[in-house]
Every structure is written in C-alpha cells, then in structure tokens.
C-alpha cells in the first residue's frame, strides 16, 4: 500500500506537536496491541526538542513506552550505521582537523600547495579547508567531482580549486581506508544501507513522524 504523507502547518504554539503526539500515542498502543511494538518513527532536529517529546510522551493513558523510537536525524543515521555488520566508525571534529592538517603538511613537503602557501600552516586555513568539505558534501559533491568541474573552467582561480580539490580528494580516500564518516557522511553512508535494505533494528513503520524541521538537506530527504 502506498504510504500517505500528510503535512500539518501553523504558527508557533498552535498546537501541531500536541496532535501529534496524540497520533503517536496512538500508533503505539496499537502495536502493542498487536504485539508488535517499535513500528513508529519520531524525528526531532535537536537533542533538545528530542527531549521535550520524550518527556510529553508518557500521559495517564500511556504511564509506560518500551520502544518510543523519538530520534534526532543524526541518531537515527548512527543507529542505522552500528547495526550493520561492520560497523562504521564516526569522526570526531577534533580528530577532523588533525587529519586535515596531517594532509596538508604531506600537501606542502610534496609542493602541491603553491597558492595557499601564506596561510596553509594556520589554524584559520584548517577553518576554511573543514568548512569547505562540509559544504561540497552537503551538495552531494564528490571530489572527483569537484576537480572535473574546476578543471572546465579557464579562471585565474584554477588553482586555487585545484590545491582545494588536492585535500578534499586526499580527505575522502583517507576517511574509506579507515572505515570513518564525518558528520555529512554519517547521512550518505546511512542512506545507502536504507537502500540496500538494511534498516538494523527497523522494521515496516506504521508512523513516521518529522516535527520542527524548517528543512532538509538533499541527502535526509532521500533518507525520507
């Protein structure tokens, strides 16, 4: 059966999370029900408005939930990624900058980095390097990608993008050969195990809630 998509608007504090929450309760006591509980998905944007959902969750009529699933995105993709049989391990930011600067001392010993010279040793440039990557993959843009693109245009910038594109190829080859995701990466590698069919502890939802979103990325909305 096609699932239906239903989008409910208003304007702050006119009650869209309390329906919500009324459907929600409801969704789960029916699988309880038919003792097949978990079969509901909520989605918060933060830790914070997760919590608030949990803590509103539980009411006279529902005094006990065993299985609540009310995720954030980002903990939904990770519970996704540490239930596959090799489990990917996360990066750390701060482990991100490490590699980031580790890669670009090889960059300048081999002399590939020629443009960015005056300012490839500070703590700025590994600013703009992460903030870079971050962006690229948000779009869904590879390295290999990015270095195609540059390479058609005949700028005084080229290279610029080509020292750019250097790191960030540099970047994702060291992230596959260690098996880690960063932040963005948690999102693309959680989407591909969805499309493969390996959901981990999911099963088939009869509810799917996303509350508070403003919007989404391209990668959570294929995730969706």
Not at 63 to 71: I, K, Q, S, T
Not at 87 to 104: A, C, H
Not at 171 to 194: C, I, K, N, P
Not at 200 to 212: M, R, S
Request: hydrophobic share 40%; aromatic share 12%; net charge negative.
């Amino acid at each position: 059966m096609q699932p239906e998509v239903q989008i409910l608007t208003g304007i702050a504090g006119s009650g869209k999370t309390d329906r919500l929450l009324k459907e929600y309760r409801r969704a789960l006591q029916e699988g309880l029900k038919r003792h097949i509980p978990g079969n509901t998905l909520w989605i918060s944007p933060t830790v914070r408005s997760r919590r608030q959902v949990l803590d509103q969750l539980l009411c006279p009529e529902m005094p006990v939930c065993f299985a609540p699933h009310v995720y954030t995105f980002e903990a939904f993709a990770e519970t996704i990624l540490q239930s596959l049989d090799q489990p990917v391990q996360t990066l750390p930011e701060i482990s991100k900058r490490y590699l980031l600067r580790s890669i670009v001392d090889d960059l300048i010993a081999s002399g590939q980095i020629q443009y960015f010279s005056s300012i490839a040793g500070t703590s700025g440039f590994l600013d703009l390097i992460s903030h870079f990557i971050s962006e690229l993959k948000r779009e869904e843009i590879w390295p290999e990608q990015f270095s195609e693109a540059c390479a058609r245009l005949k700028t005084d910038s080229r290279q610029k993008d080509q020292e750019l594109g250097f790191i960030y190829d540099r970047y994702q080859v060291a992230l596959h050969e260690m098996r880690r995701y960063d932040s963005e990466g948690r999102f693309w590698s959680a989407r591909t195990a969805l499309q493969e069919g390996m959901w981990g502890p999911f099963g088939q939802f009869d509810l799917i809630v996303l509350d508070g979103f403003a919007d989404f990325t391209h990668t959570q909305y294929e995730i969706l």
